[in-house]
């Protein structure tokens, strides 16, 4: 009689998704070759602290162009806030599209039924 348990062993096993983000193998491994770890992401806190200091609707120059007269100048325009009711209700009025009514059908009318 057969054993319905299953050795693990048998079977092939995926890699463990350790942090994997753009790293494949290539097409036709050579018999060296091994698949290395990613690094996690850089986070830049100066950028990150940088940004929440934005305003909305105001606008930001980074490198005005008197600093430079070879290059332009670079300024962030920061959009309106999405915290304000009557924006947010006049985009979902926007978005959302109208229901379409069916159109209903002529009554059926029995004397011109020989026609």
């Given at each position: 009689?057969?054993?319905s348990h299953?050795?693990?062993?048998?079977?092939?096993?995926p890699p463990e998704p350790d942090k994997l983000y753009l790293i494949s193998p290539p097409c036709s491994p050579p018999s060296e070759w091994e698949?290395?770890?990613?690094?996690?992401?850089?986070?830049?806190?100066?950028?990150?602290?940088?940004?929440?200091?934005l305003q909305p609707n105001e606008s930001h120059q980074l490198l005005p162009r008197d600093h430079n007269t070879q290059t332009p100048?670079?300024?962030i325009d920061t959009c309106e806030d999405s915290n304000d009711v009557e924006i947010n209700?006049?985009?979902?009025?926007?978005?959302?599209?109208?229901?379409?009514?069916?159109?209903?059908r002529p009554l059926h009318d029995q004397a011109?039924?020989?026609?």
């Open positions: 009689m057969a054993e299953e050795n693990p062993d048998k079977y092939l096993r698949q290395r770890i990613e690094a996690p992401p850089l986070v830049d806190l100066n950028l990150l602290a940088a940004i929440a200091q100048s670079i300024v209700e006049s985009l979902r009025k926007k978005l959302i599209r109208p229901k379409f009514v069916q159109t209903r011109n039924e020989h026609i």
